[in-house]
Nanobody, 125 residues
Framework: QVQLVESGGGLVQAGGSLRLSCAAS????????MGWFRQAPGKEREFVAA????????YYADSVKGRFTISRDNAKNTVYLQMNSLKPEDTAVYYC??????????????????WGKGTLVTVSS
């Protein structure tokens, strides 16, 4: 069992930066792929970024590539999302996710094992 708690959301002006954190409980964190997803009002939840269990591979949605960076610290059971050059269209609730299979993280959102409750990011223009 893995429990995920996100933090770091807030209000920021366009062009600004935020760093999201996701603290995980459970001994299996270091063997799970981790990801960030977001859901804007009236829209479906979408993939943002993911990282392999070892941190050796990272994946990004085209919309955030070059602006966002995902990383993890397995010693701290924490995954991060550094968000730079934020745009108003990045406004959404951001969710942390964990799954034992990176393919599920990338292609089967609805089958992901564990989800956090989300943290709101609002980018003003």
């Amino acid at each position: 069992q893995v429990q995920l708690v996100e933090s770091g959301g807030g209000l920021v002006q366009a062009g600004g930066s935020l760093r999201l954190s996701c603290a995980a409980s459970g001994r299996t964190f270091s063997t799970h792929a981790m990801g960030w997803f977001r859901q804007a009002p009236g829209k479906e939840r979408e993939f943002v970024a993911a990282i392999y269990w070892s941190g050796s591979n990272t994946y990004y949605a085209d919309s955030v590539k070059g602006r966002f960076t995902i990383s993890r610290d397995n010693a701290k059971n924490t995954v991060y999302l550094q968000m730079n050059s934020l745009k108003p269209e990045d406004t959404a609730v951001y969710y942390c996710a964990a799954d034992s299979n990176i393919a599920t993280m990338l292609k089967a959102l609805h089958n992901i094992d564990y989800w956090g409750k989300g943290t709101l990011v609002t980018v003003s223009s």
